[in-house]
């Protein structure tokens, strides 16, 4: 779809894909409880955290649809790996995508995913013509809560009750950012208008 | 849990009972009509399209379990007029949510038929607790269907913006919801 290369340089970071030696840095912060509830494959125990990093490490570009680009976040003095950014790209007609991260704890509060995710949106926008980007979090979760809003994402949902999670009831945000909002020059794709546009195959009632 | 009414169910003014063969031309009536169709998943459905979903909802009557639906005819107890469509759907067995919806022929819009037969519905969905969290969707331009949603008492929790393509066009999208606690105290108030 593109002509990107990894490893990305951030200021302090290094974006780069994940290796097989990365399991015991993931398995740190991966089988932390709140790191479940988003991830895109469950790992409580940390001999799943092999298989996690596996699926990761080929994930390394967005080819079509469905297909997800997993990096790691490495920072650049000490090679440390503090955490991970992940772009799903989840329906090519109207450019949707979905952004994931996890960070290990011990290193919250110092402004390193707000620059992995500026990273992260700059090449969801740019590379690969994304028009809309998502965040989900916990209701509960404040910090992703600020970092969304510092990146300037609108609140688009705040479900209440809607699921049960860890056999509690779960409340969600979803977070959203259209690409001329990230780059407000963008120009909008022009869809017609729907009275002027033929019927389309009917969705089951 | 389970659902399987006594039919038809009955309010001030309305019938809510299943549907019957006999009912394709009234369904088409509406069903074939752009105006109608215009925020529907569906386009204007043909006589044929009609008679399939008719039968379709022949069964549709009762909830036994997850991905079941209920899907109803609401007719006029006066004159035995079919008025529009109800529908309660059953999404997560795990967590207790279920999916409301409504389509009313445009000449029995805006008299109150619609909010009386979905009020008839919730009640049915959390009358005995077997519902915790009921929502619904529509268009942001659809005002008559989330006016309607207001009026019941539900909560916008969501406002997606252009996150699909609609029949041609940059979807904007509404998610209206209420909590089985939420009923009871407007039950009480
Ligand atoms: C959505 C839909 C069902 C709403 O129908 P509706 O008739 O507007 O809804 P109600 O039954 O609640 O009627 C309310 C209106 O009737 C008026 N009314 C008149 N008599 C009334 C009475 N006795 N009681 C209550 N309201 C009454 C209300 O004031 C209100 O009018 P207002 O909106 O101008 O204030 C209808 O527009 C429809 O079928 N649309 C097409 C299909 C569709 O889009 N379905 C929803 C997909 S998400």
Redesign the pocket.
């Given at each position: 779809m593109s002509s990107f290369s990894l490893p990305i340089a951030t200021d302090r970071l290094q974006l780069r894909p994940f290796e097989r030696g990365d399991v015991e840095a993931v398995a740190a912060y991966h089988t932390l409880p709140a790191a479940q509830r988003y991830a895109l494959r469950q790992s409580r125990y940390s001999s799943d955290v092999a298989d996690v990093v596996g699926a990761m490490r080929n994930q390394v570009s967005l080819q079509r649809p469905g297909d997800t680009l997993s990096l790691a976040m490495v920072r650049k003095g000490d090679n440390q790996l503090i955490g991970q950014v992940c772009l799903i790209w989840s329906d090519a007609t109207s450019g949707q995508g979905e952004v994931r991260f996890m960070l290990h704890p011990a290193y919250s509060g110092q402004g390193y995913l707000t620059e992995a995710l500026r990273t992260i949106f700059n090449l969801a926008f740019d590379e690969f013509r994304i028009h809309r980007l998502t965040v989900r979090c916990d209701g509960r979760s404040h910090h992703s809560i600020k970092l969304m809003q510092t990146l300037g994402m609108r609140l688009e949902a705040h479900y209440r009750e809607h699921a049960l999670f860890q056999g509690e009831w779960d409340e969600e945000l979803h977070f959203a950012i259209l690409d001329r909002e990230w780059r407000p020059s963008t120009k909008v794709v022009d869809f017609r208008r729907r009275s002027a546009t033929p019927d389309l195959p009917r969705a089951a009632i | 849990m389970a659902i399987r009414p006594d039919y038809p169910l009955t309010t001030e003014r309305l019938r809510l009972r299943p549907f019957t063969r006999g009912d394709v031309d009234a369904v088409h009536s509406?069903r074939s009509r752009p105006?109608?169709a215009?925020?529907?998943f569906d386009a204007p459905l043909s006589r044929e399209d009609c008679a399939l979903a008719v039968q379709q909802r022949t069964t549709q009557l009762h909830l036994d379990q997850e991905g079941d639906r209920i899907i109803l005819a609401v007719e006029s107890q006066a004159d035995g007029v079919l008025l529009?469509e109800i529908s309660l759907i059953w999404r997560s067995s795990e967590a207790r949510q279920g999916e409301v919806?409504?389509?009313?022929?445009?000449a029995?819009?805006?008299?109150?038929?619609?909010?009386?037969?979905?009020r008839r519905l919730i009640h049915l969905a959390f009358e005995n607790g077997e519902f915790h969290r009921l929502y619904?969707?529509?268009?942001a331009g659809?005002v008559?269907?989330w006016?309607?949603m207001e009026?019941l008492g539900m909560r916008r929790e969501a406002h997606f913006r252009e996150h699909a393509v609609f029949k041609g066009e940059w979807d904007e999208e509404f998610y209206y919801a209420i909590l089985l606690r939420e009923w009871q105290a407007r039950q009480a108030g």
């Open positions: - | 509406y105006d109608v215009r925020y529907l529009g919806g409504w389509i009313f022929h445009p029995y819009q805006g008299k109150g038929f619609a909010s009386e037969a979905a619904a969707r529509c268009d659809n008559a269907s006016r309607l009026r």
